[in-house]
């Protein structure tokens, strides 16, 4: 079993910034890609940024500049430095991960419980 243990969300006036973490554990070889998805209310759920082992990282045209995603693979965590921050970013951010369970495992996917950002004009 995996569990993603998100932390760093709350509410924030615009302009302001924000760290979200996110740490894994449990039942992982190895962890391939690690991103970010946001959901506002009536809205479809949206990549913010990934990062893959190893590559570089990717970011939604609406966060560029803005929003810079890290990971500690050490520590099984990514994080997402999020700055200038608009209302328009008010949203649950999910943690988003693929890993292997073991070396033979093909990758799996695996969802954050969210944590909410609000960002007051």
């Known amino acids: 079993q995996v569990q993603l243990v998100e932390s760093g969300g709350g509410l924030v006036q615009a302009g302001g910034s924000l760290r979200l973490s996110c740490a894994a554990s449990g039942s992982i070889f190895n962890i391939v890609d690690m991103a970010w998805y946001r959901q506002a209310p009536g809205n479809k759920r949206e990549m913010v940024a990934i990062i893959p082992s190893g590559g570089s990282a990717n970011y939604a045209d609406s966060v560029k500049g803005r929003f810079t995603i890290s990971r500690d693979d050490a520590k099984m965590t990514v994080y997402l430095q999020m700055s200038s921050l608009k209302p328009d970013d008010t949203a649950v951010y999910y943690c988003?991960?693929?890993?292997?369970?073991?070396?033979?495992?093909?990758?799996?996917?695996?969802w954050g419980q969210g944590t909410q950002v609000t960002v007051s004009s």
């Open positions: 988003y991960v693929t890993y292997k369970p073991t070396r033979w495992d093909m990758p799996r996917n695996y």
